[in-house]
């Protein structure tokens, strides 16, 4: 018995040890206020802002605060849940206090932004409801991902206005935080959510990997990866997973678009018109450039797909692994790249790991910040979402660990979103990186929202269905072309990259129209179609390469 007493008091003594010795801070005893946060940010970045935002609160109010952070993938897996939440909650209200009896038809519809006229007048009735409700889903803010997200849950009604506009309405001007940079929307028309720090996308790679692939320079255009000494060698994430992921092929295709646009109108002024596909009408030199780039753009997102080691559901894992050289090269955020530079030089390893953003192939972004409807701590959310557009919070993103206004401990190495930031030079010596400003002439790229906008799901399924669902039949596709003596690579080649089952008039029309569909099952039905076409695609355009 004393023998059991003696290892239980042991086993207690281990235990007691972290809380023992954990250091007085912030998050240290009971907070008198509490905020509760959803986002898709790393752990550095959400151990500075539990810092930084419980000093500022802090001085202001004169109360202590704890941030309850969930952690539950990247920003489109968040949405889901969101929608999932608000889908019980406003069910509960219905049915229980209302009384009313609950339907599919209510399910799929009270979240819908903009009901078709012909809606049913009880789904309208339920949309009313719910945009004058204060249902909830426990969570306070959404902090972090891609601006698609954000504006989804705004049209569903899940963001609402913080007041953050009545309390500093000189922030919300184009010298400040404009409305619109480069084609995209850095706030939302109606604040439900607004931008605070500002992302672009890039290539990660590892120079000793690079070397042993025989590589003699580092990538510095998308189209490099495209490299068949790649193979097996790329890291990738899902862009179905993570939406800052979609973004960066979305910018891929822009860039082919553009490249398109450019050279159909080098052909001379005015537009050459030509017969539309299927034969009716004619379009544009504008619209053939988009049509023509987008599949360009599949192609080259097929190639880089092709040579991939991995799709994961986690971006953060691509610097990762690259920076360790478990692969050559990864698609990544810019300040994912920057942080793996940032931890090597802290190790004393510099200049293992490099980050290039291709010329004209990627623009700013915004990741924002909003409030979610039926918070439980409303008044701490807005003073969080202050705290994130002031010059506090934007200084946090960007300054050196260590200097005055800047992190405790990790640098973020992320561009503020308030251009007014950029306009204080004696804050250069501590800045991470004060030669970036996002809003110099030529920063970035121009972004056609009425190209791509209303298909990023679409190009995120079908880079799904096209590379990760069949991924193995498509590398071995790619490998059998590389071995092959010309013709029969050309041959096999053009037999791999045909595009016509996921062009631009079937992703606007069907492939839209199956994830538009109230039945996910004619998501599922196209999906399995689809990646079974692409795996007999990728069989015969082998049988091509080998002489077949």
């Avoid at 988009?290 to 610097?319: H, I």
């Avoid at 400003?437 to 990023?456: C, K, N, R, V």
Wanted: net charge neutral; glycine share 12%.
């Amino acid at each position: 018995m004393s023998r059991n007493l003696a290892i239980v008091a042991l086993l207690a003594a281990i235990l007691a040890v972290p809380f023992l010795l954990r250091p007085e801070g912030p998050g240290a005893g009971p907070a008198q206020d509490t905020l509760v946060i959803v986002t898709p940010h790393n752990g550095a970045i959400r151990r500075e802002f539990q810092t930084g935002f419980a000093g500022w609160y802090r001085a202001r109010t004169g109360r202590t605060v704890a941030i309850d952070w969930r952690m539950l993938g990247g920003s489109s897996e968040i949405a889901r849940y969101l929608a999932g939440a608000y889908v019980d909650s406003f069910r509960n209200l219905w049915t229980g206090r209302l009384g009313r009896a609950w339907s599919g038809a209510l399910q799929a519809g009270f979240q819908e932004g903009g009901l078709p006229d012909g809606a049913p007048a009880v789904v309208r009735s339920a949309r009313e409801e719910f945009l004058k409700s204060g249902v909830g889903c426990g969570i306070d803010i959404f902090f972090g991902g891609g601006v698609f997200d954000f504006e989804r849950q705004a049209r569903a009604g899940t963001l609402v206005d913080s007041g953050i506009r009545r309390l500093h309405p000189d922030w919300f001007t184009e010298g400040t935080i404009p409305l619109m940079q480069g084609g995209g929307e850095y706030r939302d028309p109606g604040d439900r959510w607004i931008g605070c720090v500002l992302s672009c996308y890039g290539i990660i790679y590892n120079r000793d990997a690079l070397k042993r692939l025989g590589m003699a320079r580092p990538p510095s255009s998308w189209t490099d990866l495209c490299d068949p000494r790649y193979l097996g060698k790329l890291a990738l994430a899902d862009p179905t997973k993570s939406g800052s992921v979609a973004e960066a092929f979305e910018n891929i295709v822009q860039q082919r678009m553009r490249m398109r646009l450019a050279s159909v109108q080098a052909g001379g002024p005015g537009l050459p018109r030509q017969a539309a596909p299927g034969g009716t009408g004619t379009e544009d030199s504008e619209a053939r450039a988009v049509r023509e780039g987008w599949t360009d753009g599949l192609r080259l997102l097929q190639l880089v797909g092709a040579n991939a080691r991995y799709f994961t559901d986690s971006s953060q894992k691509v610097p990762i692994d690259v920076a360790n050289g478990d692969c050559a090269a990864g698609l990544c955020i810019d300040f994912y790249g920057r942080e793996q530079d940032e931890a090597l030089r802290r190790r004393g390893d510099p200049g293992r790991v490099g980050f290039v953003v291709p010329a004209g192939g990627s623009g700013y972004s915004v990741d924002p910040v909003g409030l979610l409807r039926g918070a439980p701590h409303p008044a701490v959310a807005a003073a969080f979402i202050e705290y994130a557009l002031s010059m506090d919070g934007q200084k946090l993103w960007d300054f050196r660990a260590g200097v005055p206004g800047g992190p405790g401990d990790t640098a973020l190495r992320r561009l503020p979103v308030r251009r007014d930031f950029y306009a204080h030079r004696e804050w250069s010596a501590s800045r991470s990186d004060p030669g970036e400003d996002p809003y110099e002439q030529g920063a970035g790229i121009e972004y056609h929202p009425e190209w791509t906008a209303s298909l990023f799901r679409e190009l995120a399924f079908i880079v799904r269905v096209m590379c990760e669902d069949t991924h193995e039949e498509l590398a071995g596709a790619w490998k059998a072309v590389n071995d092959a003596p010309e013709p029969d690579r050309s041959r096999a080649l053009e037999v791999m990259q045909d595009m016509s089952s996921v062009d631009y008039p079937n992703a606007r029309g069907r492939i839209r129209a199956a994830l538009d569909s109230r039945d996910k099952a004619d998501e599922v039905r196209l999906a399995r179609d689809l990646a079974a076409a692409f795996r007999l695609q990728y069989a015969r355009a082998g049988a091509v390469a080998r002489g077949n």
